[in-house]
């Protein structure tokens, strides 16, 4: 997952358009922890700075806005699910022809490759890393070019973006920006990333107002947006400098599939997407669950559970609502280090040691007990067996452990790096043996029907009701998914795995290897290095590269 967010303001002469772009990367922060970046313009003049870390990092608390001056402009917190980690894949992205075009992408395409291999033999433009976005990016570039004008308008910005929906097979939500011009912002056919847009009064212009695009609605309301619209699937918006939102449906809508994954696990509970009030989705989640559970033990095993106890903090809405609906009592017995961001995110092995890091528990509220442990959902088991496992040492007599979210059993391809299926804890198991794996008594998972209806049931009055992508739980995408993208994500994963025991053999012996798509290369044969890949040891997890083309 990544956030996005862009802003033009309504005085053309206004300079602060990275003071609100900044402040939004802070209600977005949880989308993305890898890196993060802003791109401005004044004038006719694009200013940007990215880099790998968190916001208050990148900006360095905010004392780098200053360098930033602009009334328009697009920023990025990235999480990555193609391509590698390294800085020069950090977002927005910029290609200098036609026009000065900037880009941020939430989304993930299935069909590089062949993106790829359009963009070097057809279009013949250079794409310098790995990452998925910057083929979009030149896809779009190219169409625009290829229009032939020396200076574009609207249409002809949505005329070129047309050749992004045919050649691109994903799902992804942008935000563009086009020097001096305006801001672009589009979503794919399904809407399976989510997208909305808000205004609010010039402070400068009578009558003049500003826009906001984020990827969750807190970012807006936080600023002081209101009227939140969401982007349709299929949908672009133009807003020209000095102007107002141009919308213009480029694609035929093949559903409003919003990724279900949101509403899990991603979304901030404050957020309402496409309608739906993430807070009350969980709740709703915590209220089916009940159900299943009752209707799953015995009524010995039901009986016997002292206490529910949430795994903070995604699962704690839905936990709470369990507590309730089976009539036990709610404990927020382990406490979470607020000082440590989300598990779920940095590499396999921060993830297990943070865990422990990041949550310890309250001894008493487990001794003698049989307790009922909550979470949103179980990927690897990482987060389950070693809370599990605490429980244990603190004298808990009897550990479940219940999943607000269905077995995922399938890659995910949208946008959300989940794992190799094979580490998927669920791949190929039964919930008995996931209970086994992570050391529970038992394992209850939400049904799929269920979970779907949660977040039906949560769409507000007045806004459509929609569909949900499902892909990880059911292994039915909704987008076509060629099977050579597997193979390419297998292979993408697999030079990692070789990449880091090469490093680490590297470490005692002679020289750092680089793994490429064709196997381990020396630095000096890599043609496609970037200046961040080879500064030292402390940047070694960022090295590999893989290039679709196969021209590493
Ligand atoms: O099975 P695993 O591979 O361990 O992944 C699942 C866990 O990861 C997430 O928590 P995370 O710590 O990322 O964030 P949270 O504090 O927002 O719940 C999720 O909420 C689960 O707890
Ligand atoms: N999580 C995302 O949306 C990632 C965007 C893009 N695929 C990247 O890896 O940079
Ligand atoms: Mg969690």
């Known amino acids: 997952m990544c956030g996005i967010s862009a802003i033009l303001l309504g005085d053309p002469k206004a300079t602060t358009a990275a003071v609100d772009l900044h402040e939004s990367l802070y209600y977005l922060q949880h989308r993305g922890q890898d890196a993060a970046g802003i791109a401005v313009c004044q004038g006719g003049r694009v200013y940007q700075a990215k880099s790998n870390g968190l916001a208050s990092k990148v900006f360095d608390e905010g004392r780098r806005i200053a360098e930033l001056p602009g009334f328009m402009g697009i920023s990025h917190l990235r999480y990555p699910t193609a391509g590698t980690s390294s800085a020069s894949e950090a977002q927005p992205f910029y290609v200098n022809s036609p026009f000065g075009l900037s880009m941020s992408i939430n989304g993930n395409i299935t069909n590089p490759q062949e993106v790829a291999r359009f963009l070097d033999q057809e279009a013949r433009r250079h794409v310098n890393t790995a990452s998925d976005s910057e083929l979009v990016l030149n896809v779009f570039a190219n169409a625009l070019n290829e229009l ?103 694609e035929k809508r093949d559903s409003w599939s919003l990724d279900i994954f949101e509403m899990v696990y991603f979304a901030r509970p404050d957020s309402e997407l496409d309608g739906i009030s993430v807070h009350r989705s969980r709740e709703n989640m915590g209220r089916k669950l009940a159900k299943k559970i009752k209707d799953t033990l015995s009524k010995e095993a039901f009986d016997e559970i002292d206490v529910v106890i949430p795994v903070p903090e995604t699962s704690n809405t839905s936990a709470s609502i369990l507590a309730q609906e089976m009539g036990k009592p709610f404990s927020n017995a382990f406490v979470k280090n607020r000082y440590i961001f989300r598990t779920f995110i940095p590499g396999q092995k921060a993830r297990r040691a943070g865990i422990r890091r990041k949550l310890s528990c309250i001894k008493s509220e487990f001794k003698d007990r049989v307790v009922l442990l909550t979470d949103d959902s179980i990927v690897r088991g990482n987060t389950s067996r070693e809370i599990v496992q605490m429980a244990k040492e603190a004298g808990a007599k009897k550990v479940l452990f219940v999943s607000c979210s269905p077995e995922i059993r399938y890659p995910h391809v949208h946008g959300i790096d989940l794992a190799d299926r094979d580490e998927l804890i669920a791949y190929g198991k039964t919930a008995e043996e996931v209970a086994t794996a992570i050391g529970a008594s038992e394992v209850v998972y939400q049904s799929l029907d269920d979970l779907k209806d949660a977040c039906r049931e949560a769409i507000q009055d007045g806004y459509e009701k929609i569909d949900f992508e499902t892909g990880v739980f059911s292994g039915h995408y909704t987008t076509p998914v060629p099977e050579e993208y597997f193979e390419h994500l297998e ?18 012996g002679t020289q750092t290897v680089l793994v490429a798509s064709g196997g381990p290369v020396n630095v000096s044969s890599r043609n496609h290095i970037q200046e961040e890949d080879v500064k030292g040891p402390e940047n070694r997890e960022d090295v590999s590269i893989y290039n679709f083309a196969g021209k590493a």
Request: hydrophobic share 40%; with cysteine.
């Open 491 to 508: 292979r993408l994963r697999s030079n990692k795995k070789r990449k880091a025991a090469a490093i680490t053999e590297s470490e005692g």
């Open 148 to 250: 032939g004008k020396a200076r574009a308008n609207v249409d002809d910005i949505f005329t070129a973006l047309r050749d992004v929906y045919k050649r691109c097979i994903g799902a992804y939500s942008c935000v563009a920006m086009v020097a001096g011009f305006g801001l672009l912002a589009f979503r794919d056919s399904n809407g399976i990333r989510p997208l909305c847009l808000g205004s609010r009064p010039s402070a400068t212009i009578d009558g003049a107002k500003d826009y906001f695009l984020a990827s969750e609605s807190i970012a807006l309301t936080q600023l002081g947006f209101t009227d939140v619209v969401n982007i349709k699937p299929g949908e672009a918006v133009f807003i020209q400098k000095g102007g107002v939102p141009q919308f213009k449906q480029i």
